[in-house]
C-alpha cells in the first residue's frame, strides 16, 4: 500500500495539463488559491488517556494546549506549498503504582509539505499531497524531583503522503482520504539523570488512517463532519543496553465535525472537534487496552 501511494503521488505530480472544469472547493481538503498567501494560527487543546495491559495495569492521562502556525502559497490552480510550526504545551501523567509526571514543552518538529489536486469531471476531484516532519534534533528528557522536563521534538523524521476523491451530490460534497506515516530512519531519545545520559532508539509506531467526509455550504461559510479509521503500528523502544520494550499496535475509529465562517475574503474563522477512541488492539510486551482522545481546534485563517 506505501509503494502504492508513493508510485500514485509521484505521478500525479508530473501532470501539467489543464483540466476543463476547476476543481471543487473544499474545507477538509483546504487549499490556497493561485497566486495567494495564506496564515493560518490554531490553538489545539487536548485532553486523553490510554491503558496498557502488561503484568500490571497502567493509565497515561494527557492534557496538551499546543499553537499551530501554518503559512501557505498557492503555486497555481493545481499545487500549493507550505509549513507549520508547532509550539507544544503538553503534560503526560502516569499511575504505575506510583505517578510520575513528563511535561513537554518547546518549539516542536518542522513540517514541510504540498498539496495537490486534480479536476477529473465536473464536480469531481483528485487530491494528493504529502507531509515531511522534520525533527531538528533528538528528544531530550530531564530527570528531576516530582517530574520529567521533556523538549517538543519527536527525535526522527517522517514522510505523509496522502490521496483522495471528492465529488459533488446535489450542493453537499462528500470524499475519502488514504494517508500513511513512513518513518525515516529511527528515533532518538536522550535521557540525563543526574547528570548522566543515556539513550535509547524508537522505531515504528507509524499510522495509516482511511477518512470519510462530507460537508455543505452555510451561511458565510462552510460546515463538516468526518469519521476515521486508523491503525497504529507496532513500537519497539530499545535502550542503550540493547532491552526492548515493545508496544503493541492498535486501531482507533473517531468522529469529527468542522467549519469555517468567512467574515471577508481575508479572513476567516475555523474550527473542528474530534473524538477518538480504541477499536482493536494487539498483545506485546506492553497491550494498549484502551483509549480515549478529544481534542478542540480554534484559529483564524489569513489571506493576503
Same mark, same amino acid.
Given at each position: 500500500?506505501?509503494?502504492? #501511494?508513493?508510485?500514485?503521488?509521484?505521478?500525479?505530480?508530473?501532470?501539467?495539463?489543464?483540466?476543463?472544469? =476547476?476543481?471543487?472547493?473544499?474545507?477538509?481538503?483546504?487549499?490556497?488559491?493561485?497566486?495567494?498567501?495564506?496564515?493560518?494560527?490554531?490553538?489545539?487543546?487536548?485532553?486523553?488517556?490510554?491503558?496498557?495491559? +502488561?503484568?500490571?495495569?497502567?493509565?497515561?492521562?494527557?492534557?496538551?494546549?499546543?499553537?499551530?502556525?501554518?503559512?501557505?502559497?498557492?503555486? /497555481?490552480? %493545481?499545487?500549493? =506549498?507550505?509549513?507549520?510550526?508547532?509550539?507544544?504545551?503538553?503534560?503526560?501523567?502516569?499511575?504505575?503504582?506510583?505517578? +510520575?509526571?513528563?511535561?513537554?514543552?518547546?518549539?516542536?518538529?518542522?513540517?514541510?509539505?504540498?498539496?495537490?489536486?486534480?479536476?477529473? @469531471?465536473?464536480?469531481?476531484?483528485?487530491?494528493?499531497?504529502?507531509? !515531511?516532519?522534520? +525533527?531538528?534534533?533528538?528528544?531530550?528528557?530531564?530527570?528531576?524531583?516530582?517530574?520529567?522536563?521533556? /523538549?517538543?521534538?519527536?527525535?526522527?523524521?517522517?514522510?505523509?503522503?496522502?490521496?483522495?476523491?471528492?465529488?459533488? %451530490? $446535489? $450542493?453537499?460534497?462528500?470524499?475519502?482520504?488514504? +494517508?500513511?506515516? #513512513?518513518?525515516?530512519?529511527?528515533?532518538?531519545?536522550?535521557?540525563?539523570? $543526574?547528570?548522566?545520559?543515556?539513550?535509547?532508539?524508537?522505531?515504528?509506531?507509524?499510522?495509516?488512517?482511511?477518512?470519510?467526509?462530507?460537508?455543505?455550504?452555510?451561511?458565510? &461559510? *462552510? =460546515? &463538516?463532519?468526518? !469519521?476515521?479509521?486508523?491503525?497504529? /503500528?507496532?513500537?519497539?523502544?530499545?535502550?542503550?543496553?540493547?532491552?526492548?520494550?515493545?508496544?503493541?499496535?492498535?486501531?482507533?475509529?473517531?468522529?469529527?465535525?468542522?467549519? /469555517?465562517?468567512?467574515?471577508?475574503?481575508?479572513?476567516? !474563522?475555523? @474550527?473542528?472537534?474530534?473524538? *477518538?477512541?480504541? @477499536?482493536?488492539?494487539? @498483545?506485546?510486551?506492553?497491550?494498549?487496552?484502551?483509549? $480515549?482522545?478529544?481534542?478542540?481546534?480554534?484559529?483564524?485563517?489569513?489571506?493576503?
Amino acid at each position: 500500500m506505501t509503494k502504492q #501511494l508513493l508510485s500514485a503521488i509521484a505521478t500525479l505530480g508530473l501532470v501539467v495539463s489543464v483540466s476543463a472544469s =476547476a476543481a471543487t472547493k473544499s474545507e477538509f481538503f483546504y487549499q490556497t488559491d493561485a497566486d495567494k498567501n495564506q496564515l493560518t494560527p490554531v490553538l489545539v487543546y487536548n485532553t486523553a488517556n490510554k491503558t496498557f495491559e +502488561s503484568t500490571g495495569t497502567d493509565k497515561t492521562d494527557t492534557k496538551a494546549t499546543n499553537l499551530k502556525v501554518r503559512y501557505e502559497r498557492g503555486i /497555481n490552480e %493545481m499545487l500549493s =506549498a507550505g509549513a507549520l510550526i508547532p509550539y507544544v504545551m503538553k503534560t503526560d501523567e502516569t499511575d504505575t503504582g506510583t505517578t +510520575s509526571k513528563n511535561e513537554f514543552k518547546g518549539m516542536g518538529d518542522l513540517t514541510l509539505f504540498l498539496k495537490g489536486n486534480h479536476a477529473m @469531471a465536473e464536480g469531481a476531484t483528485l487530491w494528493f499531497g504529502a507531509d !515531511l516532519n522534520l +525533527s531538528p534534533g533528538d528528544q531530550k528528557v530531564t530527570v528531576k524531583t516530582g517530574k520529567n522536563e521533556v /523538549n517538543g521534538y519527536a527525535g526522527g523524521h517522517s514522510l505523509n503522503p496522502y490521496v483522495g476523491y471528492s465529488m459533488l %451530490m $446535489s $450542493s453537499y460534497l462528500v470524499g475519502a482520504k488514504l +494517508s500513511t506515516e #513512513l518513518g525515516i530512519g529511527d528515533r532518538t531519545r536522550k535521557v540525563d539523570s $543526574s547528570g548522566t545520559e543515556t539513550k535509547s532508539k524508537l522505531t515504528g509506531g507509524h499510522t495509516t488512517a482511511l477518512t470519510l467526509f462530507g460537508e455543505m455550504p452555510i451561511t458565510g &461559510g *462552510t =460546515a &463538516g463532519a468526518k !469519521l476515521v479509521y486508523a491503525g497504529k /503500528n507496532t513500537t519497539k523502544d530499545k535502550d542503550a543496553t540493547g532491552a526492548t520494550t515493545t508496544t503493541g499496535g492498535y486501531t482507533t475509529i473517531g468522529l469529527g465535525v468542522y467549519g /469555517n465562517y468567512d467574515f471577508s475574503e481575508t479572513a476567516a !474563522l475555523v @474550527a473542528g472537534l474530534d473524538y *477518538t477512541k480504541l @477499536a482493536g488492539d494487539r @498483545a506485546e510486551d506492553k497491550k494498549v487496552d484502551s483509549t $480515549s482522545d478529544m481534542s478542540l481546534s480554534v484559529g483564524g485563517r489569513f489571506t493576503f
